[in-house]
């Protein structure tokens, strides 16, 4: 079945276009036929595909009735974007007048919602008419949260407006960290927080990383943009473990990708090295770029004075301590990003 994924929180600036666009194109890299949908009067989505502001929007389907095939824009190799326009700001109060207002966007995604794999809606920073559209419409909700105090007591507040909506907590599939700062002692103490309270719906978090804002501003995806950064890395390991949920098996593209979803996932600590991943998006890279697991160095940990453990990822060189949990990386050419 089609997977309708609301991508959602009630505050603002804690990375929930730059999830749909990043999981959306990884989904499009793995074969999957991808509706975008922007329910955001900024129209942000639209400029970080780098396209521009289309003859038809979101608001020709909800006020005027178009037929959405009628209104979408293909911006890369299977993935449609249905953009919005500041235009929606006033359509909320005629959509508001209708005895049918919460269900405007299911009723219109009906006819074509079959012909996707996943559609993912993009929604704004409150629980208004077009947000409660989304989820009306949405089969599935993903929750990206920034690891800071205020962000997480407002995820409290969504949790109880999904079950208000939706009438359980059910449709809840994960809670994405992001802007996850290794360095910041709070940022440790925030996600352990998070985990307890939310248990296995808490992925592993995005990293902080210069390179999703440099690609927001360029129009490109960060596997465009760069393949081997941090967010390109964490992004793509979200898009493996989405597939697992949604049991999405990988298709074969109808055209050629220039730059793949990078495969590698985030390292981890280990006491004994598992082999490699299996292959999924790894199939994309060459022999030497796949991952590549080694043992300990001669080199002292600057904290606690033990050996450190070497891991070479995806490019990167990640040195390590099974003590203290110190962690560096570094490219393999030895050009730190």
Known sequence: MPRVIAVTNFKGGIGKTTTTVNVAAGFALKGASVLVIDVDPQSNVRMCFGHAEPRRSLYDVLIDNKKIP?????????????????????AQSDIGKRPDWGRVLEIAL???????????????????????NALMAASDIIVPTALEHLALQGLRQLGRNITRIKGTM???????????????RQSHRLLASLREEYGTLVTDPVRVNVRLSEATVEGKTIYEY??????????????????????????????????PVPAARPFTVFENPPPPPEPSLVGNLQAEEKPMFRGPVREECPHCGRLLEQVMLAGYRVYFCDHCKYKRQELASGVRR
């Not at 979408?72 to 249905?82: E, K, T, W, Y």
């Not at 009906?110 to 077009?130: E, G, K």
């Not at 390991?237 to 990988?250: M, P, R, S, W, Y």
């Open 70 to 90: 009628d209104c979408v824009v293909q911006v890369r190799p299977n993935i449609d974007l249905l953009a919005s326009s500041d235009a929606l700001l006033q």
């Open 110 to 132: 009906r006819p074509v919602v079959r012909n996707y794999d996943f559609v993912f809606i993009d929604c704004s920073a409150s629980l208004t008419v077009l947000n409660l």
């Open 170 to 184: 059910g449709a809840l599939r994960m809670i994405i960290p992001t802007m996850f700062d290794a360095r910041n």
């Open 226 to 259: 760069d393949p081997r950064s941090n967010g390109a890395i964490d992004y793509a390991a979200l898009v493996e473990k989405l597939g697992d949920v949604f049991n999405f098996q990988a298709k074969p593209m109808a055209e050629p990708v220039a730059n």
